[in-house]
């Protein structure tokens, strides 16, 4: 006449460390995509000059990052690139000589642009675990295209890399590394209506919440069937 009980405390055990687990790993999973290098603008549109933000998060639990480097598109060069310091990190430029210069607002002529920005911590600094960075430049006239995809490597003090220079094909899973895209509205002035957004992150955050939305729903359906099922086996016995 005891089974009722042992039943329904097993149920209702496994029910929560199912659900346990798939919440565990959804969070995780939403870690990881929050984690991606990221790249975004207040005021960036085609043809126009604006701030470009880099947002780099620390993605090691041991290791602190040491070295950014930041790749300007060889097909969309900037003509004019400066960049914001950051305490405690040296920087670096690498310019490129251009097969086709471009052409200032006053006709002029540019035949060098910065192709590399490299921001390296000072020793015994850097971004450590559970820490993020932002990297700050500010140029133009940026393209008069939707998107601009920026490479960025990242190294860490244990000696390993994390090269987010994967490109994101549409209606295909993101991959691993995704590089970051700056999205450029087409105002076609220095300044936009909205923010430009970016990707590298953001195309795969809504279905993980979806997900996590689902795991939480699927939690509960699995406490109370077998909150009925205990009762439904009490009734049963004590008939």
């Known amino acids: 006449m005891s089974l009722p009980r042992p039943f329904g405390r097993r149920a209702l055990a496994r ?3 199912v659900g346990t687990v798939l919440v565990g790993l959804l969070a995780t999973g ?23 933000v880099f947002s780099v998060p620390n993605e090691s639990d041991a290791a ?17 690139l400066l960049i914001e ?36 911590a000072a020793p015994g600094g850097g971004i450590g675990p559970g820490r993020f960075q932002e990297f700050t430049l500010s140029g133009g006239p940026f393209p008069k295209t939707g998107s601009m995809a920026f490479n960025v490597v990242q190294s860490y003090s244990d000696g390993t890399e994390a090269a987010w220079i994967d490109p994101t094909v549409k ?8 590089a ?23 195309s795969g955050s809504t279905p993980a919440w979806v997900a996590l939305a689902v795991a939480i729903l699927a939690l509960l359906i ?3 069937g077998a909150v009925l099922g205990w009762r439904a086996r009490r009734r049963t016995v004590s008939s």
């Open 15 to 17: 029910s929560a460390v």
């Open 30 to 52: 939403l870690g990881i995509a929050s984690a991606h290098v990221t790249v975004s603008s207040p005021d960036a549109a085609q043809g126009g000059f604006g701030k470009v």
């Open 64 to 80: 602190s990052t040491v070295r950014v480097r930041i790749q300007v598109p060889d097909a969309t060069p900037l003509a004019s």
């Open 85 to 120: 310091p950051v305490p405690g990190w040296t920087i670096t430029t690498t310019t490129t000589q251009l097969a086709t210069p471009l052409t200032t607002d006053d006709g002029g002529k540019v035949t060098t642009a910065i192709s590399v920005v490299d921001f390296a």
């Open 171 to 178: 209606g295909q899973p993101e991959p691993q590394h995704p």
């Open 180 to 202: 970051p895209v700056l999205t450029l509205t087409s105002s076609g002035s220095g300044s936009s209506s909205a923010p430009a957004t970016t990707t590298g992150s953001g």
């Open 222 to 224: 699995a406490v109370a």
